[in-house]
C-alpha cells in the first residue's frame, strides 16, 4: 500500500463554512504537497511543505492555509469555502524532490453550495 | 498562461495498435519531465520520466521522447491494452531533486478500444 491516505474522502459544505482536509503518510518523506484538479486545468499546486512547520504557496493559494505539526500530517483548510473551491483535492509525498515522482492520496472530492 | 500544455483532451485507439500523448512546454528552464497516469476516483501514479540529458527513455510498453528544441515530449504506448484507459498527466520541473513546483498539464483521456 502507498502509505498516504486522505481524509475525508467526499464532503459537501455550505458557503462561508471553514473546512479541513487531512493528509496522512506512514512513509517518513519530508515534502507534502497539496494539489487541486480542476476540468482543463489538470493539477495545481496549492501549498508545500519542506519539513516539519515549514510551507510555502503554490501557484493558487488564495483562501488556503495549510499547517504541518509532524512529519505525518498535513493539513489543508480552507478558510471560509466558496463555489470556486468545489474540486477534487490530491495529497502528494515525496522522500527527495519532484523528479522522482509523487506519490498521490486517493484525494477529497470537495463541493461547495 | 499554461506552462505545460496537452492541446488533445482527448484520444482512442485501438487495442494493439500504439497510442501517443503530447505535451509542450514552455519554460526553457524546465529539466525533468514526467508522465503520471489516474484512473477514476484514484489518485495520479507515476509512470514514467526523462531528463532533458536525454531524448529518449524506454520502460517496457512505455516510451518517452524530448525534442528539446521544439519544447515538446510525447508518450508512446506500445501495444495499447484496455487497462491504458485512463487519464494521462505531463509535468515538468527545474531541478529533479527540487521540492519545488512541479507543473502539470491539463491531461490526455486516452481510451483504448477492446
Known amino acids: 500500500d502507498a502509505g498516504i491516505t486522505q481524509s475525508p474522502r467526499h464532503k459537501v459544505t455550505e458557503t462561508g463554512t471553514p473546512v479541513t482536509l487531512r493528509c496522512h503518510q506512514t512513509e517518513n518523506h519530508r515534502y507534502m504537497y497539496w494539489y487541486r484538479q480542476d476540468p482543463g486545468h489538470g493539477l495545481r499546486l496549492i501549498h508545500y511543505?519542506?519539513?516539519?512547520?515549514?510551507?510555502d504557496k503554490g501557484e493558487v493559494s488564495d483562501g488556503y492555509s495549510v499547517s504541518r505539526s509532524k512529519t505525518e500530517d498535513f493539513l489543508l483548510t480552507l478558510e471560509s469555502a466558496t463555489s470556486s473551491q468545489t474540486s477534487v483535492y490530491f495529497c502528494?509525498?515525496?522522500?527527495?524532490?519532484?523528479?522522482?515522482?509523487?506519490?498521490f492520496g486517493s484525494g477529497t472530492r470537495l463541493t461547495v453550495v | 498562461d499554461q506552462q505545460v500544455k496537452q492541446n488533445s483532451p482527448s484520444l482512442s485507439v485501438q487495442e494493439g495498435r500504439i497510442s501517443i500523448l503530447n505535451c509542450d512546454y514552455t519554460?526553457?528552464?524546465?529539466?525533468?519531465f514526467l508522465w503520471y497516469k489516474k484512473y477514476p476516483a484514484e489518485g495520479p501514479t507515476f509512470l514514467i520520466s526523462i531528463s532533458s540529458i536525454k531524448d529518449k527513455n524506454e520502460d517496457g510498453r512505455f516510451t518517452v521522447f524530448l525534442n528539446k528544441s521544439a519544447k515538446h515530449l510525447s508518450l508512446h504506448i506500445v501495444p495499447s491494452q484496455p487497462g491504458d484507459s485512463a487519464v494521462y498527466f505531463c509535468a515538468a520541473t527545474k531541478m529533479k531533486t527540487s521540492y519545488d513546483k512541479v507543473i502539470f498539464g491539463p491531461g490526455t483521456s486516452l481510451s483504448v478500444i477492446p
Open positions: 511543505s519542506y519539513g516539519v512547520k515549514d510551507t
Open positions: 502528494a509525498i515525496s522522500p527527495v524532490g519532484g523528479g522522482y515522482g509523487y506519490t
Open positions: 519554460n526553457s528552464m524546465f529539466d525533468y
